[in-house]
């Protein structure tokens, strides 16, 4: 097998071509043994009935508990089964047709703000839908916009926090010692440190106006009334750790998700065409309205391709707790595995013309027809919570965005994906913002 570490550090540019086309690509070298796993029934195995076996991976929870605690992304065990059932109600809260006018006036606003920039103003795509994600979630969680000062605060930590945080590199993941994590750069520790005391101060705000008799129903709410089968809320520090989850876990996947979506249709003419007169067709001038979701299934189509090519979350990494096998193949105590959506994706066997961007194959389709082979939202009873909130976010987003801009992007063949917190692009996707016309 070939390893092209010395060409990029990146993982996603390091992954032997044996990944693409095998089962079980086992990786020989370094500190601990290192198993990529394409299998799908193996994935059903790790995702589903051993997933006890294989909790969250060192290296994930040494780069992300700094910022999140032992909240819902990176819990095991009891825990996390104790604090799923304590979110449950807070879960139906966000029903999708209660979020849907949160997410509509964010949008709104943001539109507002392209809008009343020059025609031809060169942005960075990705610093553009990081912000409107961040609105959104922030809505959703705290009833406030982002621009206060709190919020801004929150997400110009996190944009640091994603920028600064370590590409997922092969070298480091075989110098690995899960006995021995490294500890976060202090750079990121500080970041980390400035989000969670700026949601500690919007929580003490939140126990002074609920003392002064105010009402609110939002997640933060839900979070604060939930018990669990004591009795017990919540302590300030375990909802600290809910809250930066959803906070990260709710913006950093779907600006990727978009910024992606939108930089491959500026490549794909004839689906933009088809996007805008789907879009044309069904909205024309009236505002979009929560009934429009379900009826767009060009946009949708086009939106789960691009998440298919381009899925934010590139790798999901566990650790096996003991000794283990997968078929025949030995798997020691502490190896590292990765299941890793960027290559089941593109896996050679379940796809036919992989590499080729054909939303088609979803048009029609539901994503569960695809089995494990499409795992963007991960799989079995880990996988993500906001997948549908995503969906419907991305969907409103795409929408508003291309019936009033055009967009052109800078030297596209200088855009290259780099794997952090979700996977980016190393330059931010400058892009050429063009208004279509006045509305
Ligand atoms: C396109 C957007 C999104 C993508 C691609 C995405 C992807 C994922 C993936 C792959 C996981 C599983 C991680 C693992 O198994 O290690 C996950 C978990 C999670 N996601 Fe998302 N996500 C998205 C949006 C959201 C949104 C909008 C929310 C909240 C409103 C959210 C909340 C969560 C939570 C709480 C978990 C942890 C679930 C648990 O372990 O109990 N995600 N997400």
Redesign the pocket.
Known sequence: MQLLIGRSPDLLFTLPKDCYTKDIVSVPVGRRPVFIVNHPETLRRL?GDDRASYP?SDL?ISTLAPLLGD???L?AGRR?EHD?KMLEPAFMQ?RLEALFPKMLSAIHDWIERLDALASDQIVSLESELSRV?ADV?FR?LFSQAIDGEAATTIYHAFTRFQHHSPQFNLRVVLASDPARPEPLSPVLQEEARKIRGTIEQLLIQRETQLAEGKDFFDFTQALIDARDTEGNPFSRSELIDQLA??FL???E??A???AWCFFILSQQPAWLAQLRSEIDERLGEKPFTYADFKQMPITRAVFRES?RLY???AF???RALQEDHFGKLRIPKDSFIVAS?WLVHRHHTFWSHADRFEPSRFIGQDSASFGGNY?????G???????M???L??TLILCEVLRRFSFKPMNPERVFPVSRV?VRSDCGIPVKLIRRHTR
């Open positions: 995702f969250k994930m909240g819902v992304l819990s996390w799923r966000m994600t979630m959703i989850v959803f876990a709710g913006h996947t779907t990727s998700a978009l998440m899925p934010p979350v999901l990494t566990r959506p795992m963007p939202f991960g799989l009873a880990r996988a993500c919570t906001g997948a909130i995503a969906q976010e991305a979700s």
